[in-house]
């Protein structure tokens, strides 16, 4: 009986455990930047408790960095902090490889709009010269959530393929 307690203690404890570290998931894989699936993507979250994990995207060409990014996991989603579960991890990091996300520039890149048009949150992060550039040079963009409601765009130039954050917007 003595054994069986034990037993039963250590299997808890191990679940316990377990459960503790149930926030981690990643998905890696390549994705059309510069070409066709040339860049890997490898975008991950990883905590004790989904509500406290941090996520990291990072984007690598020809096993250089072109783009990363780090923050806390929860304010990328609308879940509430007691309900957010790994199947919520999931959906978000796998998002990330929709093909919607991958685009040219000119599709992209909005023109300057006041905020009369509704793009009261649309921030520059370049100077409204560089945006311009960007608009009309060849490059390839890519966007994902720094926030449930506020999305970053980062194009990559073809010239030096190197990601360059130029504007966030959302609601």
Not at 14 to 39: A, N, R
Not at 96 to 123: H, M, V
Not at 145 to 156: G, N, P, S
Request: proline letters at 5%.
């Amino acid at each position: 009986m003595k054994y069986l307690f034990l037993i039963i203690s250590l299997l808890a404890i191990e679940s316990w455990g377990e459960e503790d570290l149930s926030c981690d998931y990643s998905h890696e894989g390549s994705v059309p930047i510069f070409g066709d699936h040339d860049v890997i993507l490898l975008a991950s979250v990883k905590g004790r408790k989904c509500y406290e994990a941090a996520l990291d995207i990072k984007l690598t060409y020809k096993e250089r960095v072109i783009y990363s990014y780090s923050a806390p996991f929860k304010p990328h989603v609308a879940t509430h902090w007691e309900d957010l579960e790994l199947r919520d991890v999931q959906e978000y990091v796998d998002s990330l490889f929709e093909e919607y996300r991958f685009t040219s520039c000119a599709e992209l890149l909005p023109q300057k709009l006041s905020p009369i048009d509704g793009w009261n949150y649309n921030n520059l992060l370049v100077s409204e010269i560089e945006y311009s550039k960007y608009k009309a040079m060849p490059c390839k963009s890519y966007t994902h959530q720094t926030h449930y409601e506020v999305h970053r765009l980062i194009v990559f130039p073809i010239s030096n393929k190197i990601g360059v954050p130029v504007s966030e917007y959302g609601l």
